[in-house]
């Protein structure tokens, strides 16, 4: 059986020990070739392939996938490495007539090609393609083409005499000898039919994989392909494993009988001239006016946002930097791509409202963006970045993402549609490789295993890094892993990760070109209206120097500039990012004593346990703090030597190589700033390429294996790399192999320091909106749901602690946004479950109201959603409560909305004479029927009504914790708010509780979890008896929990009704929701309520 | 005065599942129905309830808490179909009998003091549900309504109940719970206008209410029986000679033929039953490959058994029954009385059958596999629902133009020449042929020396991987001639150097016609 998965995105580099390039051309070439790109079909990788190709002497390799050339540029970069001539050309499938392999034979064929694919991709559903014969006519010019035999040769024998008419230049057909028995006798029929149409036959052996042992793969691809079963597939699967890279003697060999099948092969590719390195990037036109050159008009305007964002003069720090970048800037030529970038940005700006955005990435951080306006982070006031920006000897192409507000990105994506055209703008794909999960998943469906024992595989075996702890969790879900079919499942699943599955549509990479792009690259339909996506992804794009901006959506960015209008028209004052007060004082205050729930980046319970310990008090370490609390650093053990250097328990020491290999400074240059610890993405970088002395080749095969999410196989021998070449340089072998570790965890986690420095910049305005607006910031989080960690009832109760006052949802006083009212923050009806934004409109519009009834007369609103702002409890203005609000929508008729039936109000029932009595509702069900309309209540907290049970019992209230000395026993009870069991805590539970005085971080070890479980994970009120626990750094008090009770029960001694789930929407188990309808079942076991109302 | 009886089987599904599985009653287990967000927890055994699975759950939730559950996809319809079962069943307390969700309601007006009054009752029905396997709750009240109430949520007396015991949708439910009108009894303190005006149509609670007082009627209709088509006679003189039975299948044959034809049906699986005088009875069944209600075909195949019946002290009635039936519409298949084939066939299948036993008539059946030995397989002749293995393949073909590189995978092996008969087991021959992969020249089988004159190959089939050990080789075949025109298909098994033996094996495996 096969190794373990080879499908990765790793660039092939040559090693040693790799056969030589050819120098002479082979006999043969192989032209009919599948790669994994022909999704579900071809089951070897570029790499393989070409390596196969190598070893076995081809000088050239051709490469057709179904309809597709999204795997050319795999193709082109692994044979460019091995020093093979790419053929690149593609397989058309057509709706009427035979399959064709196409070959450009130079650039304008090549863009015909990508023309006719997209014009087949565009007419049809995403990821199809509809051609037909008059459409490759069309396109025909410049391009080879082979014809490709069905398995019925009369039918194929008509097929080509059309093919020959429609495509006069078509002269090869292809045959194989492929075992099926009558192989010889097919072949010399072929060799007439094509004869007979003055064609020649051409030898392929319809590649699908490079070795035989592929075969088990290429099968359950297929399966997953045909949805059927291993056992059910039958004929679907091919008989043999024949259908491999052979070598171009062994083809001379099968071929013997028809030599011209070999030398056709030899003379097609040889009259093939294309290379995709002509695809010449170019950048669009418009954004440079008549008469400029694009360099000075960027200079033009660098100057002129300096002027405008120093007033008083630029700092000479900053007229230096620009006057580094901007030659830079021009060396490389890279002038257009900032236009470009400008040039959208300002869109979002001048738009009434303007749409906030701003930039990051590696040259986002430099003075000429701050003057465009792209970023906000100055530069006069951070001197970080200065060699962060691009690196001129790598030439890597510059990468600006920007962030625009997540709810109006639309807009700025449509504006870049309309403006450049949709053949000249197009987004990025993203490949969907098969992951664990869903590799698991497939092939067990194929292999015949049930549903219920592939989703035990998939999350019990493959959950966790940890190999050990895998194997007992198979035993905990009674697998057995020693059973053949089990294991012959596993070893095909590993195979199928990393395959490519189907294209998807980037986020928001977008390329602009200035020639129509569909003659660079096909484009397709993508799932959603009005989006179209080109076939390659960002790495194929990086690959042939295609820049491309990413225009990605922030939910903060929303809540701020929600914020900006909402102090604007309340205070009176517009602040803009670039604009708000800079280290201000108290903010940082505010930021170290873990004070920080909304606040961007830093609002997660891990995070505002960092604050106090790493006590930011500039820029420059909420910088750090973006960074510090992520896996990668983590993982890497790098949090705890940098808080000891920083808090000066530790000395800050540079590692250095012996004085023989380099300067002692080494490391100082690259990590003086975080006192010694390696904690940004560059930083690692830059240690592999000074401490470990990576070639820059080396150093980007490194760049790539991190950002796969797979890294497995390849990070291995990279790290033997790495690690040994810091060890012979003379380092601690400790410490290089803990630089690594955190590369490691940097694949899928890492920050680099341009995004951290961007991301700071909305912390630290993030975080200065809390401090000095409360009332508006929480009205902004709470309009720009859902985001961000933390549910309303969270924003609502922080912003009370923070003496804001909050008013209840009203008929007559909410918006359907939250807004401010005299300084206080009234929510709007949007936190109202279920109520249409229609619906509240109409009540707003007709304002204000003095009956329930006059909401459907007057204000035209509909009964079901009155009765929904009864249930919500919104009619106390007019002195109705809950029940008494609904007791009279439930009175109203639904009654079409038109004049002649509005004043029919006569009851047909007769009029009510003795009006009814309804029993008060008690205070306890109030707040739980506001928890279950609006998720939150400002009455009371559940816990409230069950403190007296809980004091008897000697429990204490959270806001006491911090009077608990460090070590003692207790007991707390509250509702659960969140449950994490992140990946980098080794199985430790985290759980945040809630009662009336305030939340109880809770840390749960693995032993109790183990115990515990049903608890841990099920329970919503849940009392705890642990042990407190206070960090000797900073006020952060945790509960170590010892045992655990569930008394979620208790909730039904507030009202007879289920209390909804508190559980906000970053719970790592996943909602816990109360089911909608309960069951008679369950109304006995209902313990009658007894003490407590 | 009207007295209902309700019956609620509130663990039916998993009580259900755990008679027809052979699992510990330890094991914990869930049975699950597809929601709209994944499965779904139906039902539970105890022992998963302890670890905290509840029906309503999303498995996933459920398993959060306990890994270790077993998922078992509920088997809904089946569950509904036992309950009509039982509904039938249930005919012995009373001819009115009604399907009600996961339970049964029965009109015992006048009928308890059969039983030893209504406490009897009671008894007795939860007595022999409980035989069944089945937990059975039970209440009767004078209406229908009332005694669901009570069956379902326990205690004498209505009033105290919960709102939910009116049988309202939840959305309802909770409505009269947000007004707190919690309980019946709070309900029926409103004046009935109020309510009316507040609860329309189908959510009227003002109905639920009269349903349950009684003031709106609510009767009971008979489930419509559809009892298998049957024919019956009974004799006036028990008849202890053995051609009995004989005897009365000639008049029952045409009786229930005529029965089929009414409901356009055709018997596939027919019992004769006679009734002894002692209360026992003796029974023969025989099936049918095709539904059949041909009156001498039917009666050919039961005559035998008929004669094997044991009168003991002499039978009183007999019943001929066709316990399972299919939609056969009027049929001829010529003017002329001919025999035709495909029925000529089923008659002989079952007559074969019926001599020979099910397990002894098989017919072969095509199996999608490149392997020849696999490529047919034996089924029983009589088989209901013809196992077919290729069904998904061909079910994946018939979604439209496959997608597969080679075409549409065809659905016999084109072109691919197989022999008219394949040998049980391949015979080992000697081979000379140009090693490594070079045609045979010449084989010995049976110790006859046959020289090979035309030769066309190889085809090459590898094994299922997925079935046999990675050892396994893989065959090349070929088809030769020898000197005398005849035919053979043989293969090597093997390559030289392919890791998994030594030489390759040479074999025989058909011959052509």
Redesign the interface.
């Known amino acids: ?1 096969p190794e373990k998965s080879a499908f990765s995105r790793v660039k092939l580099v040559r090693r040693e020990g790799m056969p030589p390039p050819p120098t002479t051309p082979s006999s043969y070439v192989e032209l009919g070739v ?1 790669s994994p790109f ?1 999704f579900l ?1 071809g089951a070897s990788d570029a790499n393989e392939l070409v390596l196969t190709a190598l070893g076995q002497g081809y000088d050239a390799i051709g490469i057709a996938d ?1 309809n597709t050339l999204s795997g050319v540029v795999r193709m082109h970069s692994a044979c460019t490495a091995a020093g093979l001539r790419p053929l690149i050309g593609c397989r058309l ?1 057509l709706q009427d007539a035979p399959s064709l392999l196409a070959y450009p034979c130079h650039r304008e064929g090549y863009g015909r090609l990508s023309r006719l694919l997209s014009l087949g991709k565009m007419r049809a559903d995403k990821g199809e393609c509809e051609l037909t014969l008059g459409d490759v006519a069309e396109h025909a010019e410049g391009i080879a083409f082979i014809a490709w035999p ?3 040769l009369d039918a194929f024998e008509a097929g080509l005499a059309r093919l020959r008419t429609a495509l006069p230049s078509l002269g090869h057909v292809a045959a194989s000898w492929l ?4 192989d ?3 072949i010399e029929r072929l060799d007439r039919i094509a004869k007979k149409q003055g064609c020649t036959i051409l030898a392929t052996n ?1 590649v ?1 994989y490079h070795a035989p042992d592929r ?2 793969l290429q ?1 359950v691809v ?1 399966c997953i ?18 259908r491999h890279l052979k070598a171009p003697e062994v083809m001379v060999h099968l071929f013997a009988r028809w030599p011209h099948a070999i030398s056709a092969t030899r003379k097609f590719a040889d009259s093939l001239h294309f290379s995709l390195d002509e695809l010449r990037y170019e950048y669009p036109k418009e954004t440079v006016p008549e008469g400029r050159t694009p360099q000075q008009y960027l200079e033009h305007l660098t100057w002129k946002g300096a002027a405008e964002r120093w007033p008083d003069g630029v700092p000479d720090k900053v007229l230096k930097q620009l006057n580094y970048e901007l030659p830079l800037i021009e060396r490389l030529d890279f002038a257009r791509y900032f236009l470009t970038v400008h040039d959208i940005v300002k869109f979002a700006r001048e738009l009434d409202p303007p749409i906030l955005c701003q930039g990051r990435g590696s040259a986002a951080n430099s003075a000429v963006c701050y003057c465009l306006g792209i970023t906000a982070v100055d530069p006069a006031t951070s001197d970080l970045l200065f060699e962060r920006f691009i690196s001129e000897e790598r030439r890597e192409p510059p990468d600006i993402d920007v962030d625009f507000e997540h709810e109006r990105r639309e807009e700025v994506i449509q504006h870049i549609y309309k403006k450049y055209g949709r053949d000249r703008a197009g987004i990025a794909a993203t490949i969907i490789h098969y992951r664990p999960r869903s590799a698991i998943r497939e092939v067990g469906k194929v ?1 015949g295993l049930s549903e ?1 024992v592939c989703g ?1 595989l998939a ?2 075996i493959w959950g966790s890094m940890d190999p050990e702890l895998e194997e007992e ?1 198979a035993k ?3 697998l057995d892993l020693s059973d053949p ?1 089990l294991k ?1 499942t596993i070893r095909l699943a590993e195979q199928l990760i990393g395959m490519p599955r189907h294209l998807s549509q980037h986020v928001g990479g977008f390329i602009l070109t200035e020639r129509p792009l569909t003659e660079t690259v096909p484009i397709g339909n993508g799932a959603m209206d009005d989006r179209t996506f080109i076939e390659w992804d960002k790495d194929d794009i990086e690959e042939l120097g295609i820049l491309k901006i990413d225009v990605l959506a922030l939910g903060m960015l929303t809540c701020i500039r929600k914020c900006f209008d909402l102090i604007a028209e309340h205070h009176g004052e517009r602040w803009e990012l670039a604009t708000v007060p800079q280290e201000v004082p108290e903010v940082y205050d505010m930021l170290c004593q873990g004070d920080s729930l909304g606040v961007f980046q830093v609002e997660s319970r891990a995070q505002m346990n960092m604050l106090p310990r790493l006590r930011p008090r500039c820029f420059y370490d909420l910088v750090i703090e973006v960074a510090i609390v992520r896996p990668g650093p983590i993982q890497g053990d790098m949090v705890h030597p940098y808080l000891k250097r920083r808090s000066g328990k530790e000395p800050v020491t540079f590692p250095c190589p012996d004085p023989e290999h380099g300067p002692p400074d080494e490391l100082e240059r690259i990590l003086g700033r975080t006192l010694g610890v390696p904690i940004f993405q560059e930083q690692a970088m830059k240690i592999a390429l000074d401490a470990a002395r990576f070639s820059s080749e080396e150093a980007n095969q490194l760049r790539k294996a991190m950002a796969t999410f797979r890294s497995r196989g390849n990070i291995e021998s990279l790290q033997d790399k790495m690690v040994g070449r810091m060890v012979e340089r003379g380092y601690d072998p400790d410490f290089a192999q803990r630089c690594f570790d955190q590369i490691k965890g940097f694949g899928e986690y890492g920050f680099p320091e341009s995004h951290a420095a961007s991301f700071a910049h909305l912390v630290y305005v993030s975080s200065w909106l809390r401090w000095k607006y409360p009332a508006a910031f929480a009205c902004g989080l709470l309009n720009s749901q859902p985001m961000g960690f933390y549910a309303p009832a969270q924003i609502v109760r922080d912003a009370r602690e923070h003496n804001v006052s909050v008013r209840e949802v009203d008929v007559n006083c909410s918006d359907w946004d939250c807004t401010l009212e005299q300084g206080a923050l009234r929510l709007g009806l949007r936190q109202i479950d279920g109520l249409q934004r229609e619906a509240a409109d109409r009540l707003v519009a007709r304002r204000p109201y003095r009956s329930v009834e006059e909401l459907r007369t007057r204000g035209g609103v509909p009964v079901h959603a009155i ?1 929904r702002l009864a ?1 919500a409890d919104a009619f106390r203005s007019m002195g109705l409560d ?2 008494a609000a ?2 009279d929508s ?2 109203l008729k639904q009654a079409p909305d038109l004049p002649l039936f509005m004043y029919s109000e006569e ?1 047909d ?2 009029s ?1 004479d ?3 009595t ?4 008690p205070l306890s069900e109030h707040v739980v ?1 506001d928890y279950q309309t609006v998720r939150l209540s400002l009455k009371a907290h559940p816990m409230a009504f069950l403190r007296e049970h809980y004091a008897g019992r000697k429990f204490v209230t959270a806001d006491r914790l911090k009077t608990i000395r460090d070590g003692r026993r207790l007991s707390i009870a509250g509702l659960v708010l969140i449950r994490q069991r992140p990946g980098s805590a080794k199985g430790v539970v985290f759980i945040t509780i809630e009662d009336e005085t305030g939340v109880a971080n809770l840390v749960i070890w693995p032993d109790v979890f183990g115990k515990q ?2 608890i841990v ?2 329970a919503r009120l849940m009392a705890v008896h642990g042990i407190v626990q206070h960090d000797e750094d900073s006020d952060v008090i945790h509960v170590i929990a010892q045992r655990l009770e569930d008394h979620s029960h208790m909730l039904r001694h507030l009202s ?2 289920t209390m909804p789930s508190t559980l906000s929407q970053s719970d790592a ?2 909602s ?2 109360a ?7 369950d ?2 076991i209902i313990p009658k309520s007894r003490d407590f109302h | 005065m009207t007295r209902i009886a309700s019956i609620w089987l ?1 663990q039916l599904a998993i009580e259900h599942w755990a008679k027809t599985s052979d699992c510990a009653p330890e094991v914990p287990v869930v049975l699950t129905v597809e929601g709209t967000h994944g499965l779904l927890i139906h039902a539970v055994t105890p022992s998963a309830a302890e ?2 699975a ?5 498995l ?2 459920a ?6 559950l ?3 996809p509920a088997d809904v319809e089946g569950d509904a179909a036992l309950v009509k079962r039982l509904a039938r069943w249930a005919g012995r307390w009373s001819p009115l009998v009604e399907v009600d969700g996961d339970g049964l309601r029965l009109d015992v007006t006048g009928v308890a003091h059969l039983f030893g009054g209504e406490a009897g009752l009671v008894r007795d029905i939860r007595k022999r549900f409980a035989a069944l396997g089945l937990t059975a709750r039970v209440a009767i009240a004078p209406t229908a309504a009332a005694a669901w109430a009570l069956s ?3 205690g004498e007396e209505l009033a105290p109940l ?1 709102v ?2 009116l049988r309202l949708d ?1 959305d309802t439910v ?2 009269l ?6 309980t019946i009894g ?1 309900l029926m303190d ?2 009935r ?2 309510l ?4 329309r149509g189908a959510d009227s609670v003002v109905d639920a209410l009269d349903r349950l007082s009684g003031r709106k009627p609510e009767p009971l209709t008979a489930a419509p029986a559809d009892p298998p088509p049957r024919a019956l006679i009974k004799l006036e003189e028990p008849a202890t000679h053995p051609e009995a039975a004989t005897q009365a299948l000639e008049r029952l044959v045409p009786m229930l033929v005529r029965e089929l034809e009414r409901r356009h049906l055709g018997a596939r699986r027919l019992s004769l039953t006679g009734y002894r005088v002692d209360g026992s009875v003796a029974a023969a069944a025989v099936a049918t490959a095709i539904p059949s209600r041909e009156p001498r075909h039917l009666l050919r195949l039961l005559a035998d058994k008929a004669t094997a019946l044991n009168p003991e002290f002499g039978f009183d009635a007999f019943a001929l029954t066709a316990e399972w039936a299919e939609q056969l519409g009027a049929a001829q298949d010529s003017l002329v009385e001919e025999p035709s084939g495909e029925r000529e066939l089923a008659r002989l299948v079952d007559r074969l059958t019926v001599k020979l036993g099910p397990g002894r008539v098989r017919r072969p059946q095509p ?4 392997l020849p030995e696999r490529a047919s397989e034996w089924i029983s002749a009589i088989s209901s629902s013809p196992r077919f ?5 061909r ?2 073909r018939r979604r439209g133009p ?10 016999q ?5 197989r022999p008219q008969r394949l040998l049980d087991r391949p015979e080992a021959i000697d081979v000379i042929y140009a090693t490594p992969e070079g045609m045979p020249r010449r084989f010995v089988w049976r110790r006859a020396v046959h020289d090979i004159a035309r030769v ?7 094994p299922e ?2 079935r046999s050990p ?1 050892s396994a080789r ?1 065959r ?2 070929y ?1 030769v001639e020898d000197a005398e025109g005849r035919r053979y298909w043989i293969y090597r098994e093997g390559l030289i150097g392919d890791g998994r033996g030594g030489l390759p094996n040479w074999f025989i495996h058909g011959l052509f016609g």
Request: a positive charge; zero cysteines.
């Open positions: 059986m599948a022909s079909r179904r499938d069905e398995e019925n075992y099926r028995g009558d010889a006798a097919r319809d699908h075969r088990p099968d297929t392909r045909e949805k059927v079963t291993i056992e059910a597939a039958g004929y679907l699967l091919n008989p043999n494993a024949e292999m219920d035990a999350s019990t969790r905990e879900a009674g079919h012959r009765q249930a809950r029940r609904l007791w439930r009175a009851r029932e007769g009510e003795q009006p009814a309804l029993p008060a509702m029927n479980r049903k994970m099920g007879d009704e188990a996943g816990w929701r089911p909608a309808q309960r069951h008679p079942r109304v006995e | 509130p670890r905290g509840r029906p309503g759950a999303r996933t939730d398993r959060a808490l306990d890994p270790s077993i998922a078992v379902h949520f326990g919960h939910s015991a939840p909770r409505t719970e947000r007004l707190g009108l919690k709070a409103v004046p206008l109020a009316a005006r507040r609860f199996h999608e596999s490149h293995r290729g069904k998904v393949a079910e994946a496959s997608t597969s590189f080679a075409g549409p995978p065809p659905l092996m084109q072109g691919r020449m066309e190959g190889p085809e090459r089939i590898a991987w997925w990675s893989l090349d075949y088809r």
